[in-house]
């Protein structure tokens, strides 16, 4: 069974520092992987995706890829108040390993402290 | 332009009622998903449409659950009959087709709440 695994946390960071968010996969051969943000009562939000290997930057988020060690990491640089909220990672087989659609990991619930 | 609708957005009922979930798609979104959301379990997928074809329901938990497609811009998560246990959010997401496909964009959900 395909799990993704997730620090529930709080983790909490102060405001302007660097938040830092980590997941774990367990299907190797997983191809595409999705950040999620999730605001108490509301729906999810894709914010981040990464294909390959290495860093991928999108303002002040950075989500970087190893799949040798089957990791992947969201950075949040000058985190801001309004970033308090839990983030999901999701993984994504390739077509044939299962559905298109994605498995979630429980999400990291980060609290940005002014 | 409007985003997945769902309704109703809040259900309260008893144990045995039968419940109808309601979601409609972007317009132009080839594909749609029913996800549960709980403290316990997370985020699980129910199942996915493709053209309003489901394609892969291994995921509802089980016979008391069913969803249709009738047409491209609705869909419908029914259970019958419901348990306290089935008590979650429940989102309906869609995406485009080709290599967005995983570009998935939520509802605002369902609280469901069975007694």
């Known amino acids: 069974q395909k799990e993704v695994e997730q620090n529930s946390g709080p983790l909490s960071v102060p405001e302007g520092a660097i938040a830092s968010l980590n997941c774990t996969y367990s299907d190797r051969v997983s191809q595409s992987f999705f950040w999620y943000r999730q605001y108490s009562g509301k729906s999810p939000e894709l914010i981040m995706s990464?294909?390959?290997?290495g860093d991928k930057e999108d303002g002040r988020f950075t989500a970087q890829l190893n799949k040798a060690s089957q990791y992947v990491s969201l950075l949040i640089r000058d985190s801001q108040p309004s970033d308090s909220a839990t983030y999901l990672c999701?993984?994504?087989?390739?077509?044939?390993?299962?559905?298109?659609?994605?498995?979630f990991g429980k999400g990291t619930h980060l609290i940005i402290q002014p | 332009d409007a985003g997945v609708i769902q309704s109703p957005r809040h259900e309260v009922t008893e144990m045995g009622q039968e419940v109808t979930l309601r979601c409609k798609p972007i317009?132009?979104?080839?594909?749609l998903f029913w996800y549960r959301q709980t403290m316990m379990r997370g985020l699980e997928l129910l199942i996915y449409f493709n053209n309003n074809v489901p394609i892969d329901d291994s995921g509802m938990p089980e016979d008391r659950f069913s969803a249709k497609m009738p047409n491209a811009s609705f869909s419908t998560l029914k259970i019958q009959p419901s348990e306290p246990r089935d008590s979650a959010v429940y989102f309906c997401a869609s995406s485009p087709a080709g290599g967005r496909v995983y570009e998935q964009y939520f509802g605002p959900g369902t609280r469901l709440t069975v007694t």
């Open positions: 999701a993984v994504k087989s390739p077509p044939g390993g299962g559905a298109d659609g994605l498995t």
């Open positions: 317009s132009g979104h080839d594909y």
């Open positions: 990464i294909y390959s290997n």
